[in-house]
C-alpha cells in the first residue's frame, strides 16, 4: 500500500506517487521494491526483532521496532522501518503498521507531511494508550496487596507476571528513547526544523520511569510477602517448640517409669500412680507458665 504525503496522509492505489511518500509492505515484497529503490535488504526474518534500534546504511536509516503486549487487544507488534530522502518504507506482516497508518490517515491534517514526521506520528500511534495500560497494571498492584497480606496462593503468580511485563516495558521505552534520540541526531535526512523525536524520547523516558517503578513495586510486594510466610513459619516452629518443650519433661517421665524393674519402690506404692500424675500435671503447667511469661508464644 503506499501513501502520499503531499497533502495529509493519501492512500494511492498504483504505482509509487511522487515523493514524498510513503509504502507500508510485506517482507516479502521487499526485495522487489528495495531492488528497484536502491534500499538495502532486511538484516533478519520478522519473528527474530527482539529490539527497537536503528543503524544508518548508506544513504538511509534502516531500524526495528518491537513493543511487547499490552493488553488482550494489543497484541505485540514487529515490524521493519526505512527513512531516508523523500520517503519511508515499513515492512509488517502482522498487519499492525497498515491498521495504523489507516488511523492516521483520517486523524492527520490535510497539510504537507515529511517522512520523518509520519514516522514520528506511527510511532505515537503505536504507544498511544500506553499510559492508561501502566496505569492498569498500577491499579491491579494495589488490588494485590490485600491477596500478598492474605498470602493467597495466586498472588504470587500475579505479581510474577506484572513483574514481567512491567520489565519488558521498562526495556522497551528506553530502546525507543535511544532510537528516538539517534533519529534526532542523524543527518541522512531532511529535518527542516523538525524536532519532534526529541519530545518522542522525553515521553518514552516518562513512560519507562512508570514501568520501572511498577517493576520496583512489584518486588516490593513480593519481598513482603516472602517476610509474611517466614514470619507465619517462625511462628509455627515457636509453637512446635513449645510444645516439644512441654511433653519432652513427660516422655522422660513416662520412658523411666515404663523400665518396670522388679525393686522400683513406686510399682507397689499404692499412691504411686496418683503421684505420677500429678507430677506430669505439675511439670506440664509449671513449663506453660514458665514459656507464658518468656513470651515465647
Known sequence: MFYSLSHGLTPVEGP?????????????????FAAGQGLPPLPCAPEAIAFCKVEPIS?????????????PKRPAVRFFFCLGGQGLCLADDGGHVQAAMQALASALPGQRLSPAALLLALFSQLIEGDLLFLQGLEDRLSALEDEVEGLRQDAAGQLRRLRRTA?????????????AQVLDESELYDKAGFSGFQAFAA????????????????????????ALLAQRQTQAMNTLTVVTSVFLPLSFLTSWYGMNFAHMPELGWRFGYPLVCLLAAGIALGCFLLFKRKRYF
Open 167 to 179: 520489565a519488558r516495558l521498562e526495556r522497551c521505552y528506553a530502546q525507543l528513547a535511544d532510537l
Open 59 to 71: 544513504n538511509c536509516l534502516l531500524g526495528t521496532l518491537a513493543l511487547p503486549p499490552r493488553g
Open 16 to 32: 509509487l506517487p511522487t515523493a514524498p511518500y510513503a509504502a507500508c509492505l510485506t517482507t516479502q515484497a521487499w526485495p522487489d
Open 203 to 226: 515521553r518514552c523516558l516518562r513512560l519507562r520511569e512508570l514501568a520501572l517503578s511498577l517493576r520496583e513495586l512489584c518486588t516490593q510486594l513480593r519481598e513482603e510477602r516472602q
